[in-house]
């Protein structure tokens, strides 16, 4: 099959007011419809592999937990690579892989020294080319899956907060599922699903690699198409549109949980990740709770000795994000009382009160990160396959800190006023059983 060369380069001269050098990278297609991003960096003598595919656990259907479940199941064989063998293979090249199911992708990574590249490709393609999961295999699996459920969720304080709050600010879409799955209904997955869900989904023009580290990049290309070219393009489907219920009126529970301390989870339905208001909102989140000078880390936890910790984040999805605050009590504190002095904070930043050094200080721990994001080959190849497959922009390693620096106090004054009111918000109040 014949590719069509795209290169995308980057100079630093291009970017006034960032020191971390633009990074050169360069991309391919090939006829079946896989993309593929090359770097090279000659820092460490290591070569990192990573493929994405564009489904997550939004797409589980009535298949709960199936995208998840299939993330293991990639690890465990393929039609030239028997049962256990494909950890073993990198073990003894000196290499190591792993994979993560998100709502909205599962990502692969393989590292291994430079001159073991091909042999990465030939594993990582042949999982690709041919469906080899046996029965044995998927309900190994299922085990493996049903314990880390129990220790991420079920035994861990708290670990139930993702689940409960995705059931209550979702009612239409995918973005209520479980990543890790409801274990009685993994459990009645057969080797059909399995298959199925291979054959919709696991294809060329679904996916995307990346390649980071130190290697020659007219020779991977070749190996691309070597390893990848010949594997047929995946059949149509269509995806899912996002249509989500408003809410209206805030929506309150208490969840009785094994904890010593009481919580107090807040969220907030808000715009997709890439969006202006996404990282307006990105910014207000380290404003809030980034620090020991954060706002509200500095008045619950240091002014009036109510949390033993205090958190905001933002999750970026493709189709929406959340905004979480998450506040531990101290012993004998009560909840209410946390929650008026978070919502004492939020109205203040609703009337304005922000300061611009505090804008600043964010953006200048932004572009920190954004230099540190790309010191790791791992991390490049992720970030590089991510921002391709979802924005259409390998690119976007390069220019995203743009999208926070453009950021004004205006911008995230109005993005707090339209997404973070308490009519607007799902609050769940964590209790010792």
């Known amino acids: 099959m014949q590719s069509n060369s795209n290169i995308i380069r980057y100079k630093s001269?291009?970017?006034?007011?960032?020191?971390?050098?633009?990074?050169?990278?360069?991309?391919?297609?090939?006829?079946?419809?896989?993309?593929?991003?090359?770097?090279?960096?000659?820092?460490?003598?290591?070569?990192?592999?990573?493929?994405?595919?564009?489904?997550?656990?939004?797409?589980?259907?009535?298949?709960s937990g199936i995208a998840h479940l299939f993330e293991h199941l990639m690890f465990e064989g393929s039609p030239n690579v028997p049962h256990g063998k494909f950890d073993s293979i990198l073990h003894n090249l000196g290499g190591e892989s792993n994979a993560y199911t998100s709502w909205d992708v599962t990502s692969y990574y393989i590292t291994v020294p430079s001159n073991s590249l091909e042999i990465a490709m030939w594993l990582d393609s042949d999982r690709l080319a041919g469906f080899g999961i046996t029965k044995e295999m998927l309900e190994i699996q299922k085990g493996v899956v049903s314990e880390e459920r129990n220790y991420i969720i079920e035994n861990t304080p708290y670990g139930s907060v993702e689940d409960e709050s995705s059931l209550r600010l979702f009612k239409n879409s995918g973005?209520?599922?479980?990543?890790?799955?409801?274990?009685?209904?993994?459990?009645?997955?057969?080797p059909d699903d399995i298959r199925n869900h291979y054959d919709k989904y696991y294809a060329p023009n679904n996916a995307v690699i990346a390649?980071?580290?130190?290697?020659?990049?007219?020779?991977?290309?070749?190996?691309?198409?070597?390893?990848?070219?010949?594997?047929p393009v995946g059949k149509p489907f269509t995806r899912n549109e996002f249509n989500e219920y408003d809410i209206k009126e805030e929506i309150k529970d208490t969840i009785y949980d094994n904890i010593q301390l009481?919580?107090?989870?807040?969220?907030?339905?808000?715009?997709?990740?890439?969006?202006?208001?996404?990282?307006?909102l990105q910014i207000l989140s380290s404003i809030l709770s980034k620090g020991e000078s954060s706002l509200l880390n500095k008045k619950l936890v240091y002014d009036l000795s109510l949390a033993n910790e205090v958190d905001t984040s933002v999750t970026g999805m493709e189709q929406t994000s959340i905004f979480g605050v998450s506040a531990i009590s101290l012993k004998g504190r009560n909840l209410d009382i946390i929650g008026a002095a978070i919502d004492e904070t939020m109205d203040e930043i609703h009337s304005?009160?922000?300061?611009?050094?505090?804008?600043?200080?964010?953006?200048?721990?932004?572009?920190?990160?954004?230099?540190?994001?790309?010191?790791?080959?791992?991390?490049l190849a992720e970030n590089l396959s991510f921002d391709k497959l979802i924005f259409g922009?390998?690119?976007?390693?390069?220019?995203?800190?743009?999208?926070?620096?453009?950021?004004?106090?205006?911008?995230?004054?109005?993005?707090?006023n339209k997404y973070l009111n308490k009519n607007q918000r799902v609050v769940l109040d964590y209790l010792p059983k």
């Open 13 to 63: 001269e291009d970017f006034p007011g960032i020191v971390e050098k633009a990074l050169d990278i360069e991309e391919i297609q090939l006829s079946n419809g896989m993309h593929a991003v090359f770097y090279k960096t000659d820092k460490i003598p290591s070569v990192c592999l990573n493929t994405i595919y564009h489904v997550g656990a939004k797409d589980d259907g009535e298949k």
């Open 175 to 190: 973005y209520r599922n479980s990543i890790l799955g409801n274990i009685s209904l993994l459990k009645k997955l057969t």
């Open 211 to 231: 390649l980071a580290g130190s290697f020659d990049i007219e020779h991977a290309k070749k190996l691309v198409e070597k390893y990848y070219g010949g594997i």
């Open 262 to 280: 009481p919580a107090k989870f807040i969220y907030y339905r808000v715009p997709a990740q890439g969006t202006k208001d996404y990282y307006a």
């Open 352 to 379: 304005g009160n922000i300061k611009d050094e505090e804008i600043e200080k964010v953006k200048n721990k932004i572009e920190t990160r954004t230099a540190f994001k790309k010191s790791s080959i791992v991390t």
């Open 393 to 416: 922009d390998a690119g976007r390693i390069n220019t995203e800190i743009f999208n926070f620096l453009s950021i004004t106090k205006q911008d995230i004054i109005e993005a707090a």
